[in-house]
């Protein structure tokens, strides 16, 4: 299924840990979708007022997590390269913002600088490279056949 798949992925299939990352961070997502709309309009709305900052900041993290997973599963190296380029800022963001609302959550932002670290090395793993590039590693060095995919048509960067 051409668009579908990725393009190297009759040659290097999908490493295992790409997967699991993608469809653990797919349901976490879901999970706090779920409690953003419980917080929006569940019945504690009228006695609870959360922060809007808070709320926007979630529904904006969750979109994006979901939709560049989501996007990685099926092999889509710009989606991979948006989450490497974005995961640090958002996480920080996010990070910030709660922990200036309530000091308390500094476990929350550890937490999440963690799994953004995890996230970056299983990005950058050869195997990752030649699942998504088709090639083991970012740029020409270690890899003999660059020039001839770098004037392909199917070259994906």
């Known amino acids: 299924m ?16 790409i997967t699991f990352l993608c469809v653990m961070n797919l349901i ?4 706090l979708l779920a409690l953003l709309a419980l917080m929006a309009f569940g019945p504690q709305r009228a006695n609870v007022r959360p922060d809007p ?12 997590f979901a939709t560049c997973s989501g996007f990685m599963l099926t092999g889509a ?3 991979r390269l948006v989450y490497l380029w ?21 476990g ?5 600088l963690f799994w953004a670290a995890v996230w970056c090395l299983a990005l950058t793993q050869p195997r990752a490279n030649r699942f998504f590039t088709g090639r ?3 740029g020409k060095s270690g890899d003999p056949d660059f020039a001839t995919k770098r004037n ?5 960067y």
């Open 136 to 138: 083991s590693s970012f």
């Open 108 to 112: 929350n932002c550890i937490w999440r």
């Open 2 to 17: 051409p668009g579908v798949m990725a393009r190297w992925s009759y040659k290097y299939p999908r490493p295992g840990y």
């Open 77 to 79: 190296n710009w989606a």
């Open 86 to 106: 974005g995961i640090f800022p958002a996480t920080v963001v996010v990070a910030v913002y709660g922990f200036i609302h309530d000091p308390l959550v500094i």
């Open 53 to 64: 900052g808070l709320e926007v900041l979630g529904l904006m993290e969750v979109v994006f």
């Open 28 to 31: 976490v997502s879901g999970l």
């Open 152 to 156: 392909s048509r199917d070259f994906d």
